[in-house]
């Protein structure tokens, strides 16, 4: 494997686990404040950045690669509100997107297109957790402060189907 490229792979690694341990500390949060809809959506999308995470584990190790296992610093679980959890989700999605993109880019360089092929899925996935992302908290600004709107969003949350436009 390349080793610049491995490098990068690696740096992911750290960011799909940062992701993963930062949401399942805003599932605790949401479940400690009465939103069990919104703690059992963060629970799924803390497995799913576990999973980005091991798939990317596995591909540089089978790629014969050394993938690296990184400690985690303490996530945030310092949130006041709803508005505040999924702006940091959003940040979070957008962040991790940026550093895809970058590999994508350094991929192309490299012309390493087995890389380049296998990040495609990562970048269709970014795509949909992004719309997520912004669906729910334009829904959260809409409801505002109203706390029958958080409510409903809180019962409804897992039910909302986010178009996915690269489907
Ligand atoms: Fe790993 O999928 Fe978003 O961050």
């Given at each position: 494997m390349i080793p610049e490229i491995e490098k990068l792979l690696n740096e992911q690694i750290t960011y799909e686990a940062k992701a993963s341990a930062q949401y399942l500390s805003m599932a605790c949060w949401a479940d400690v404040n009465g939103y069990n809809g919104v703690a059992d959506f963060f629970y799924t999308q803390s497995e799913e950045e576990r999973v980005h995470m091991t798939k990317l584990v596995k591909f540089i190790n089978e790629r014969s690669g050394i993938a690296v296992i990184p400690a985690i610093d303490k996530p945030r679980d310092?949130?006041?509100?709803l508005m505040e959890l999924f702006e940091t989700f959003l940040d979070s999605e957008e962040f991790v997107t940026a550093r895809i993109n970058n590999i994508i880019y350094e991929c192309l360089q490299h012309k390493d297109y087995n890389v380049h092929n296998f990040m495609q899925w990562y970048v269709a996935e970014q795509l949909e957790e992004e719309a997520t992302a912004r669906t729910l908290l334009d829904k959260l600004k809409i409801i505002g402060d109203d706390k029958s709107g958080h409510y409903l969003f809180d019962r409804d949350i897992n039910t909302f189907q986010i178009e996915d436009s690269a489907k």
């Amino acid at each position: 494997m390349i080793p610049e490229i491995e490098k990068l792979l690696n740096e992911q690694i750290t960011y799909e686990a940062k992701a993963s341990a930062q949401y399942l500390s805003m599932a605790c949060w949401a479940d400690v404040n009465g939103y069990n809809g919104v703690a059992d959506f963060f629970y799924t999308q803390s497995e799913e950045e576990r999973v980005h995470m091991t798939k990317l584990v596995k591909f540089i190790n089978e790629r014969s690669g050394i993938a690296v296992i990184p400690a985690i610093d303490k996530p945030r679980d310092d949130f006041k509100t709803l508005m505040e959890l999924f702006e940091t989700f959003l940040d979070s999605e957008e962040f991790v997107t940026a550093r895809i993109n970058n590999i994508i880019y350094e991929c192309l360089q490299h012309k390493d297109y087995n890389v380049h092929n296998f990040m495609q899925w990562y970048v269709a996935e970014q795509l949909e957790e992004e719309a997520t992302a912004r669906t729910l908290l334009d829904k959260l600004k809409i409801i505002g402060d109203d706390k029958s709107g958080h409510y409903l969003f809180d019962r409804d949350i897992n039910t909302f189907q986010i178009e996915d436009s690269a489907k």
